[in-house]
């Protein structure tokens, strides 16, 4: 019999918790309202650790899984006994809320079922879990066979979508302005922040992946530094900008017998004292004060959409190119690169408007038709030059 629960009378009780461990063979562990460690998500984790997730992945995913058991929790569900009907209503409560949890949005939505999704297909497939998968494939789908009759020039859409995920618009990458940049850039108070910023904006390195260099891993001849790749863990070296390396002399110069010296020692450090290794909370903080000095809503990551978008504007510069130093394992993936920005645009449209008013102004009009007052059509025409 089906179950009717309103999602609106869904109060998820805030019990268990994603507690990290700070353990390479574990990063990360849920536990349930009396801490104990939740098994089936545990094995799952160590399906991810063994499929190469890092441990940001792996903490992606048990946020998901933990408002997916809070839900279960709260409803007095075993995880095995989820049936479609929970997976309905959790899929209504994240969308609209419960008054005092707020709707998700719609990427959040999707990426949770995704990962809810996969889960339960894990543990079928190890024969742990319930027999049907309650995230399931559309109805409409489902049956279908993946990229039937697909034409291997166009581009591979996700065919066996899920039931409940939603549709997710896609989006502009969101870019600084060179206006909000330099307004960015003349607030940064140090020369160790200017030098991060200057590195960012051109060598599009992701922020965890820049925090990654060690001192041995900075090349100023060759104006190359070597990054520990997010997704792989395999190092590669970036081109970067002459200005980036200046600011990080100078830093350098600042820090100098003040952190340790070594080529495995970390390159960025705190500037107060003691100094400890800079990380990603730090430079994430300080990015944010010097917006709410400038007055901007920039994050790190569009300086990596900012120096993606300045390399793909680039005529000289091959997209395989660009591909290569932002790391992508697909092509389609920097070709959003191309799509014009929303600034760009507005403003070619204007000098566009411009150009023809101005055009119109320096236009000769031929003499009226006799029987016409030259002074009339002045008037009706606003007084266009004749």
Same mark, same amino acid.
């Given at each position: 019999m089906t179950q009717q629960?309103?999602?609106?009378q ?5 019990v268990g ?8 063979q ?5 536990v349930d309202a009396d ?7 545990a094995?799952f ?10 441990p940001?992945t792996i903490r992606?995913?048990?946020?998901d899984?933990?408002r997916w058991f809070?839900?279960l ?5 075993a995880w095995?006994?989820a049936?479609?009907v929970e997976?309905?209503d959790?899929?209504?409560?994240l969308r609209?809320?419960?008054g ?5 949005s719609a990427?959040v939505?999707?990426h ?7 889960f339960y ?6 024969g742990l879990g ?9 109805r409409?789908?489902?049956?279908r ?6 034409n291997?020039m166009?581009?591979h859409r996700?065919e066996?979508?899920g039931?409940?995920?939603?549709v997710?618009?896609?989006r502009i990458p969101?870019?600084? %302005? ?7 850039f003349a #607030? !940064?108070?140090?020369?160790r922040?200017?030098? &991060? *910023? ?8 992701r ?6 260099v060690?001192q041995g891993?900075?090349d100023p001849?060759r ?6 790749r ?8 970036l %081109?970067?900008?002459?200005?980036a390396?200046v600011?990080l #002399? !100078?830093?350098?110069?600042?820090m100098?017998? &003040? *952190?340790?010296?070594?080529r495995?020692e ?8 003691p100094?400890?290794?800079?990380t990603?909370?730090g430079?994430h903080?300080?990015f944010?004060?010097v917006?709410?000095?400038a007055?901007t809503r ?6 990596r959409?900012t ?5 793909a ?11 290569a130093v932002?790391?992508?394992a697909q ?5 959003i690169?191309?799509?014009p920005r929303k600034e ?16 119109a102004?320096e236009?000769?009009?031929p003499?009226?038709?006799p029987?016409?007052?030259?002074e009339?059509l002045d008037?009706?025409f606003g007084g266009?030059?004749r």
């Amino acid at each position: 019999m089906t179950q009717q629960r309103g999602s609106s009378q869904v109060s998820l009780a805030v019990v268990g918790g994603l507690v990290e461990t700070g353990q390479v063979q574990e990063p990360f562990r849920l536990v349930d309202a009396d801490g104990a460690t939740v098994g089936p998500v545990a094995v799952f984790f160590r399906e991810l650790e063994a499929a190469n997730r890092s441990p940001a992945t792996i903490r992606s995913y048990g946020m998901d899984l933990l408002r997916w058991f809070r839900f279960l929790w709260t409803v007095g569900i075993a995880w095995d006994r989820a049936t479609s009907v929970e997976a309905r209503d959790f899929a209504r409560w994240l969308r609209l809320g419960d008054g005092v949890h707020q709707p998700y949005s719609a990427s959040v939505r999707a990426h949770s079922e995704t990962v809810l999704r996969g889960f339960y297909a894990f543990h079928l497939e190890e024969g742990l879990g319930p027999v049907l998968n309650p995230f399931p494939l559309d109805r409409a789908r489902r049956g279908r066979r993946a990229h039937a009759h697909h034409n291997p020039m166009d581009p591979h859409r996700e065919e066996r979508v899920g039931r409940y995920r939603p549709v997710v618009a896609s989006r502009i990458p969101r870019s600084v %302005p060179d206006e909000e940049f330099n307004e960015i850039f003349a #607030r !940064l108070p140090s020369d160790r922040d200017r030098a &991060l *910023v200057a590195f960012y904006v051109s060598t599009g390195a992701r922020a965890s992946e820049l925090l990654s260099v060690r001192q041995g891993g900075v090349d100023p001849g060759r104006q190359l530094i070597t990054v520990v790749r997010k997704g792989t863990g395999a190092s590669q070296q970036l %081109p970067a900008s002459t200005d980036a390396f200046v600011w990080l #002399r !100078l830093y350098q110069a600042h820090m100098e017998g &003040l *952190v340790p010296a070594g080529r495995e020692e970390p390159l960025w450090w705190t500037i107060r004292r003691p100094a400890r290794p800079l990380t990603y909370h730090g430079v994430h903080r300080m990015f944010e004060r010097v917006n709410a000095r400038a007055g901007t809503r920039a994050t790190l990551h569009s300086l990596r959409h900012t120096a993606a978008y300045r390399m793909a504007e680039d005529p000289t510069l091959p997209l395989t190119d660009v591909q290569a130093v932002l790391g992508h394992a697909q092509l389609s993936t920097t070709q959003i690169y191309l799509t014009p920005r929303k600034e760009d645009v507005i403003r070619r449209v204007l000098d566009h408007y411009a150009e023809q008013s101005r055009q119109a102004a320096e236009r000769t009009v031929p003499p009226p038709a006799p029987g016409y007052r030259p002074e009339t059509l002045d008037v009706l025409f606003g007084g266009v030059a004749r």
